[in-house]
C-alpha cells in the first residue's frame, strides 16, 4: 500500500543551546549508585569552574547515597568521563576549558565506592 505524505515536516530543536540563556545543558550521573536512580540534567553556565560540580551540584543530586558521606574528591580515586573519553578535569578550569559543552554527559565512576552494585 502507497504512503501519501503530506509535505516537509519542520525539525524544530527545543533544546538547542541558544533557549538556554547563555547556559548549556549538561548531564551527570554516579556510576553504580542508584538511590536517586538517573542522570541529572542541570543548566550550568559554561564558564562555571569545574569544582563547582564536584562542590556544589553533586552533593546537590546525590547526598542521600549511603557512600557519599565517603567520598572525598582530595583522597577518593575518581575516574571521571566526559561524553565517553576518560579525562582528568581540571578543578580551576571552566567547563567549556574541560571540553564540557551544551548536552554533555559526565559520569564518575569511584572504584573504592562501589553504591548498591558492591552490596
Do not use: R
Not at 542522570?39 to 552533593?59: E, N
Not at 571540553?99 to 552494585?117: C, E, R, V
Request: aromatic share 12%.
Amino acid at each position: 500500500m502507497a504512503v501519501k505524505s503530506i509535505g516537509e515536516y519542520p525539525t524544530i530543536m527545543k533544546d538547542s543551546v541558544d533557549k538556554f540563556h547563555g547556559n548549556q545543558l549538561v548531564f551527570i550521573y554516579w556510576h553504580a549508585h542508584f538511590m536517586e536512580g538517573s542522570v541529572k540534567a542541570f543548566a550550568l553556565s559554561p564558564d562555571m569552574p569545574f569544582s563547582a560540580i564536584m562542590s556544589d551540584i553533586i552533593p546537590l543530586c546525590y547526598k542521600v547515597e549511603p557512600d557519599f558521606e565517603k567520598l572525598d574528591f582530595d583522597n577518593t580515586e575518581v575516574i571521571w568521563e566526559i561524553d565517553g573519553k576518560v579525562i582528568t578535569p581540571d578543578p580551576n578550569k571552566s567547563l567549556k576549558e574541560n571540553s564540557i559543552g551544551h548536552k554533555s554527559y559526565i559520569q564518575f565512576t569511584t572504584p573504592a565506592l562501589d553504591g548498591k552494585i558492591g552490596a
